[in-house]
């Protein structure tokens, strides 16, 4: 049975950094394009950032460009999302996925509230 793990979200304030986990256990690990994604309250869920199978390719949002760095460890089966300069407009649930998502997998995703 494949399962996502996320962990790592909590209060932030604005300028400040956090680092997202997502554990992947079953046949999923290791071998596949792995994305973050978040929803927002009211929100349609939205696109993150994406890492290739080897971490040889990675792909952000505009919004994250330049703050947000995606990055695996193959060997812990493990995909993390270091945020930094984060902004209260990226107040989210936070989810990972393979890319492109697949139903079954979702997770119940992290928390991460950017608030003064």
């Known amino acids: 049975q494949v399962q996502l793990v996320e962990s790592g979200g909590q209060l932030v304030q604005p300028g400040g950094s956090l680092r997202l986990s997502c554990v992947m256990s079953g046949r999923i690990s290791g071998f596949y394009a792995m994305a973050w994604f978040r929803q927002s309250p009211g929100k349609d869920r939205e696109f993150v950032s994406s890492i290739s199978w080897n971490g040889g390719a990675t792909k952000y949002a505009d919004s994250v460009k330049g703050r947000f760095t995606i990055s695996r460890d193959n060997a812990k089966n493990t995909v993390y999302l270091q945020m930094n300069s984060l902004k209260p407009e990226d107040t989210a649930v936070y989810y990972c996925?393979?890319?492109?998502?697949?139903?079954?997998?979702w997770g119940k995703g992290t928390l991460v509230t950017v608030s003064s």
């Open positions: 996925n393979t890319n492109p998502p697949a139903m079954a997998y």
